[in-house]
């Protein structure tokens, strides 16, 4: 089935080096992303957004990229601080869907001071 | 601002017993999503509501059955349940508006532990 994975489980990260997370989706149809925080033991926290009509969102000190010819999506995280640090998901929804918010594999972001 | 509230965070049961979740929205909000969690797992979709009427349904056992009120608040109700149902289950609402791309944001999660 379609899926949503993410290519690598941990990132550690010098604290003010900025950070890549990557996600790969194999669902042609999906035309809209989200990238979501967590840190453990609570909810998934709404980082970024992004339709398939952009190629690039920014926001304060992330940045989504969106390649949809080889199906990548990738957050950018500028200055990276201790409170990143967290498990990173991207999740994809497609207008043939509904509302149903398919969640990929999570990377485990570490920032070492 | 107010966010997605759930109760109860923390619930203990024994097998075969049931539990019921309360997710309460984000005011305004009128579509409801469950997921669910196992310990390192991705959120799994398991079912979710539009104007209280069910709009997709996921990997819902049929033990599981859930709704949505007039008030817009839900409730996830499980039965029989089994060790494997232990697990971090998070509602989240959104504004929908016929079109995909509205922000769905997630309560903090109940913590179910079946013993």
């Known amino acids: 089935g379609e899926s949503v994975g993410l290519h690598l489980p941990t990132l550690s990260v010098q604290e003010g080096d900025n950070s890549i997370i990557n996600c790969a989706y194999s669902?042609?149809?999906?035309?809209?992303f989200i990238w979501y925080k967590q840190e453990s033991g609570k909810g998934p926290q709404f980082i970024i957004d992004?339709?398939?009509?952009?190629d690039k969102r920014q926001g304060q000190r992330v940045t989504v990229l969106l390649n949809k010819t080889v199906k990548h999506l990738s957050l950018q995280i500028a200055a990276t601080q201790p409170g990143d640090s967290a498990v990173y998901f991207c999740?994809?929804?497609?207008?043939?869907?509904?509302?149903?918010?398919?969640f990929g594999g999570g990377t485990r972001l570490m920032v070492k001071p | 601002a107010a966010g997605v509230i759930q109760s109860p965070r923390h619930l203990i049961k024994e097998k075969r017993e049931t539990a019921t979740l309360k997710c309460y929205p984000i005011?305004?909000?009128?579509?409801v999503y469950w997921y669910q969690q196992g310990p390192g797992q991705d959120p799994q979709f398991l079912i979710s509501?539009?104007?209280?009427?069910?709009?997709d349904k996921g990997s819902i056992p049929d033990r599981f059955s859930a709704q949505q009120f007039s008030d817009y608040h839900s409730e996830l109700n499980m039965s029989s349940l089994e060790l494997g149902d232990s697990a971090l289950y998070f509602c989240?609402?959104?504004?929908?508006?016929?079109?995909?791309?509205?922000?769905?944001?997630f309560g903090e999660g109940s913590w179910l532990t079946v013993v």
């Open positions: 509501f539009y104007e209280k009427m069910q709009s």
């Open positions: 999740a994809e929804m497609s207008d043939n869907a509904g509302n149903m918010l398919t």
């Open positions: 992004i339709r398939s009509n952009m």
């Open positions: 005011p305004r909000h009128d579509t």
């Open positions: 989240a609402s959104s504004l929908a508006d016929g079109f995909s791309g509205n922000t769905i944001y």
């Open positions: 669902n042609s149809a999906s035309d809209y």
